[in-house]
C-alpha cells in the first residue's frame, strides 16, 4: 500500500513550457486534490475532484487543469508555465467527505519556472 | 484575507515551555484538521475535530474546537525540538479542504 505517490518529485521548466503532474493513490478514495505551496501562503486549493470523471475549480484554478479519467489518477495540467508558478506542489486523496475522514498527502513536486 | 486565520504567524521558544497557535475561520466551522509539516517534506496527520468542545491529544499536542467562536487552538506542553516545524490548520468546506497560511515553530535546545 503506497498511499499517495506523486510524480515527478523535481522539475524545472522555461517560461511557455508546459508539463503534466501525476498523482496516484492506491486507497480507492474517491476525493482527490491538488495544492500549492508558496512561503507565508499556507495550502491553496488549486482543483479538485469528488469522484472519477469529475473535477471543480478550488481558490486558485488559472493557468492549470486537471483530469480524472480513472478513479486513482488524478493529473495537473500546466499548459503554459509561468514563473509565477513556481512552488511546491501537494496532491492528496480523502476516502469521503472531509470532516470525517483523514486526508492523506502526497510527498511533494518541487516545480521552478525560470 | 484567507477564510482561516492563524496566529501567531511565527513562534520561537525555549525547550520545555508550553506554546498555543490558534485558528480563527470567518465561517462555520464543520470538521477542523491539524497538520505538521517538516520543512521540505510532506504533510503529517495530528488531529481532526469534528464537534464543538471537543478535544484530542496526541502525545504532548492537544487540540480543541470552539465551534461559537468558530476557533480552534493547539497547544503544545513541555516542547521540544522535535517539535520544530511547520503547523497548518485545515478546516472543510463541503467537500473542499482549505488551510491556513501556517505557523512556523522553533524550538530552542
Known amino acids: 500500500n503506497a498511499g499517495v505517490t506523486q510524480t515527478p518529485k523535481f522539475r524545472v521548466l522555461k517560461t511557455g513550457q508546459s508539463m503534466t503532474l501525476l498523482c496516484a493513490q492506491d486507497m480507492n478514495h474517491e476525493y482527490m486534490y491538488w495544492y500549492r505551496q508558496d512561503p507565508g501562503m499556507g495550502l491553496r486549493l488549486i482543483h479538485y475532484s469528488v469522484g472519477e470523471g469529475t473535477t471543480a475549480k478550488g481558490e486558485v484554478p488559472d493557468g492549470y487543469n486537471v483530469s480524472r479519467l480513472k478513479k486513482q489518477n488524478f493529473l495537473l495540467g500546466l499548459e503554459s508555465a509561468a514563473p509565477s508558478q513556481t512552488s511546491v506542489y501537494f496532491c492528496?486523496?480523502?476516502?469521503?467527505?472531509?470532516?470525517?475522514?483523514?486526508?492523506?498527502f502526497g510527498p511533494g513536486t518541487r516545480l521552478t519556472v525560470t | 484575507s484567507q477564510e482561516l486565520e492563524q496566529s501567531p504567524q511565527s513562534l520561537i521558544v525555549q525547550e520545555g515551555k508550553n506554546l498555543t497557535i490558534n485558528c480563527t475561520s470567518s465561517?462555520?466551522?464543520?470538521?477542523l484538521y491539524w497538520y505538521k509539516q517538516k520543512y521540505g517534506e510532506g504533510l503529517i496527520f495530528l488531529m481532526m475535530?469534528?464537534?464543538?468542545?471537543e478535544e484530542k491529544s496526541h502525545e504532548k499536542i492537544t487540540a480543541k474546537l470552539d465551534e461559537k467562536k468558530q476557533q480552534s487552538s493547539l497547544h503544545i506542553t513541555a516542547s521540544q525540538p522535535s517539535h520544530a516545524g511547520i503547523y497548518l490548520c485545515?478546516?472543510?468546506?463541503?467537500?473542499?479542504?482549505?488551510f491556513g497560511q501556517g505557523t512556523t515553530l522553533q524550538v530552542k535546545p
Open positions: 492528496a486523496s480523502l476516502k469521503g467527505l472531509a470532516g470525517a475522514y483523514e486526508q492523506y
Open positions: 485545515g478546516a472543510d468546506r463541503l467537500g473542499k479542504l482549505i
Open positions: 465561517k462555520t466551522l464543520y470538521g
Open positions: 475535530l469534528q464537534k464543538g468542545g
